[in-house]
């Protein structure tokens, strides 16, 4: 089931309105390494969407211990200088 839908159930079972920076996201793109294409977040299955966001999170967190061994290795730099 694709995001848009998934929200437009949710509106029928709350009653309420999908807030409107949801909507501009749904209408936001992301890139899909396997279809190499730009796909509409509205568009993804909600397993892709949670695949998709789970593989970013796995790279920030990288990203995260790469910035830490730089920053040590800055901290070790400016103590051997001084």
Known sequence: ???KEILKIT????GR???CDILE???????????NTFIKYGDLD???YIRSNNKEFRELEL????????K??????LKTTN
């Open 11 to 14: 509106e029928v079972l709350t």
């Open 1 to 3: 089931m694709k995001l």
């Open 72 to 77: 040590e290795l800055k901290t070790l730099i």
């Open 25 to 35: 996201f749904l209408d936001d793109e992301y890139f899909s390494t396997s279809g």
């Open 46 to 48: 909600l397993n892709h």
């Open 63 to 70: 990203n995260k211990g790469e910035l830490e061994k730089f």
């Open 17 to 19: 309105k999908t807030p």
